[in-house]
């Protein structure tokens, strides 16, 4: 049925739920499996297993070590990784979702359909996880978490989501805005009451995550200012009163010195027009901040770099094409033109600063910003961050831990992240050692999520040819999934 749905790929919530019912039966059919012979990386600072093997039982791993001291229960399958390296699901905590359509961005295409689809884009690569970032209206988000957790939609990486925070007219960047502002999908506020207010509905919803903007862009549109200190030190005092995780956009290096000394939780983007100072290296220091560095998205696409099978195995031709001529919704240059620069100053200030924010103690986590770009999008992008990361210091090992276990602290998530009893089987196996060169978790053989292994090949099938169709299954889906109304924007206050 999954197969019969995938082919003509008229996604119809009906469909959605046979699709589930199909995995789910596959899924008992083979609930025990011992995994064995692989170059077990755990996802933490303990060393990798060799020749390791783990059980995988309903969805979860019942035991792990080396192989011939894991005894598997009776009946349980077999699965040989003689050669390969397992290592744990990316979890990535930034991203957006929603409203990219592979040759069109828009708002039009915001569905659970299209989030659907960017989620199993995720999974496709390795990610169990992903966080898209105040984008979302709050009650659609709610709900898509809640169908999926309740097993309606097809495997894909599981969705979380926080609420978005800027001035009136401010925040996402001028293609991202265009499509949050129809649906009302961020908080505006104005002053430090606002958000104390605003962050109350929040935290009556039960949300776990918010994301503030602060950028020099927003003293120019909307209401022509950018969110002053004031405001974001008592949205975040009001949400840790509530337990909420706090997300601060900031670009430059006056504004992430501020949302740091506010004691933001989660500190998003690297400084790469400026070198870092000693004043800042003082409060990364003191306040030890998760650090999500989103930086590959202003990078020249790999597919500039001749034949990228790893990337185009999932983009349609003509998304390939437009990409190489810059024909991006983003703009970005195409692939003919020179290097600027402006690009080769960010490249030494990148040099420059990423190991002093590593040095001084900013935990990093793995974040994307896929969603408004194709040159820089669902699943692959992940895999140009990490290899960032190494290219500016970090070790192989590092950009693990920073890509597996850390985001499932910032996610408070802890039913996956590494390779260890009573986790969720959540794992990548692969054709070479990432520990080697980060490039080889690109070497994908197998991603599992819960146990279940993903359809690689429908999945790619479908991307491929994701032009089909797209406009009518769209259609459909929002009838189930009605945006947020303006009328009652008020009253919500989301
Ligand atoms: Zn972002």
């Known amino acids: 049925m999954q197969l019969k749905c995938r082919r003509v790929w008229r996604l119809s919530a009906a469909c959605i739920l046979l699709a589930s019912a199909g995995a789910m039966t596959a899924f008992s059919q083979s609930n025990t499996v011992l995994y064995e012979g692989a170059r077990l990386v755990i996802g933490d600072a303990s060393a990798p297993i060799e020749n390791g093997a783990f059980v995988a039982q309903n969805g979860h791993i019942t035991a792990i070590g080396r192989k011939g001291s894991v005894k598997a229960p009776?009946?349980?399958?077999?699965?040989?990784?003689?050669?390969?390296?397992?290592m744990p699901a990316l979890n990535n905590i930034h991203l957006h979702a929603?409203?990219?359509?592979?040759?069109?961005?828009?708002?039009?295409?915001?569905?659970?359909?299209?989030?659907?689809?960017?989620?199993?884009?995720?999974?496709?690569y390795g990610a169990g996880t992903a966080m898209t970032m105040g984008d979302q209206p709050a009650d659609f988000a709610i709900k898509f978490r809640e169908d999926q957790l309740a097993g309606k939609f097809p495997p894909a990486a599981r969705l979380f989501f926080a609420a978005g925070f800027a001035p009136p007219g401010g925040g996402p960047d001028a293609l991202l805005i265009q499509g949050t502002t129809p649906l009302h999908a961020v908080n505006e506020v104005s002053t430090p009451e606002e958000a104390v207010a605003a962050v109350r509905r929040i935290a009556a919803r039960k949300i776990e995550h918010?994301?503030?903007?602060?950028?020099?862009?927003?003293?120019?549109?909307?209401?022509?200012?950018?969110?002053?200190?004031?405001v974001y030190t008592a949205l975040i005092e009001e949400a840790h009163k509530h337990g909420i995780t706090v997300h601060a956009h900031a670009t430059n290096l006056q504004d992430q010195k501020g949302v740091v000394k506010a004691g933001v939780d989660v500190l998003v983007h690297t400084v790469a027009g400026e070198k870092l100072d000693d004043e800042f290296l003082a409060l990364l220091k003191e306040k030890k901040p998760y650090w999500t560095p989103v930086m590959g998205l202003g990078d020249r696409s790999e597919l500039c770099d001749g034949a990228n099978p790893f990337i185009e195995q999932t983009l349609p031709d003509s998304v390939v094409a437009d990409v190489k001529a810059g024909k991006t919704w983003l703009p970005s240059p195409p692939c003919s033109?020179?290097?600027?620069?402006?690009?080769?100053?960010?490249?030494?200030?990148?040099?420059?600063?990423?190991?002093k924010y590593i040095a001084a103690g900013a935990r990093i986590v793995l974040g994307?910003?896929?969603?408004?770009?194709?040159?820089?999008?669902?699943?692959?992008?992940?895999?140009?961050?990490?290899?960032?990361?190494?290219?500016?210091?970090?070790?192989?090992?590092?950009?693990?831990?920073?890509?597996?276990?850390?985001?499932?602290e910032?996610?408070?998530l802890r039913d996956t992240g590494t390779l260890a009893k009573g986790k969720r089987a959540d794992f990548i196996v692969l054709n070479a050692n990432p520990l080697d060169d980060i490039r080889n978790t690109r070497e994908i053989d197998s991603v599992y999520l819960n146990g279940a292994r993903i359809d690689r090949a429908a999945l790619q099938a479908k991307f491929k040819q994701a032009l089909v169709d797209r406009d009518a299954t769209q259609a459909k889906l929002k009838k189930d999934y009605v945006p947020h109304p303006p009328s009652s924007r008020k009253a919500e206050g989301l």
């Open 410 to 412: 910032v996610l408070r």
């Open 98 to 124: 929603g409203y990219e359509g592979f040759v069109s961005w828009s708002v039009e295409n915001h569905s659970a359909e299209n989030i659907l689809d960017h989620l199993e884009r995720e999974a496709f």
């Open 337 to 355: 033109a020179p290097i600027s620069a402006q690009f080769m100053l960010r490249e030494e200030n990148l040099k420059y600063n990423f190991p």
């Open 74 to 86: 009776g009946g349980a399958s077999r699965v040989d990784l003689t050669g390969k390296t397992v």
């Open 368 to 408: 994307s910003d896929a969603g408004v770009s194709a040159k820089y999008s669902y699943g692959f992008a992940e895999h140009h961050e990490m290899g960032m990361y190494v290219r500016l210091g970090m070790t192989p090992a590092d950009t693990i831990i920073a890509s597996t276990s850390r985001p499932t």
């Open 210 to 230: 918010v994301k503030f903007w602060v950028d020099n862009r927003d003293n120019t549109r909307g209401g022509m200012k950018k969110m002053p200190p004031e």
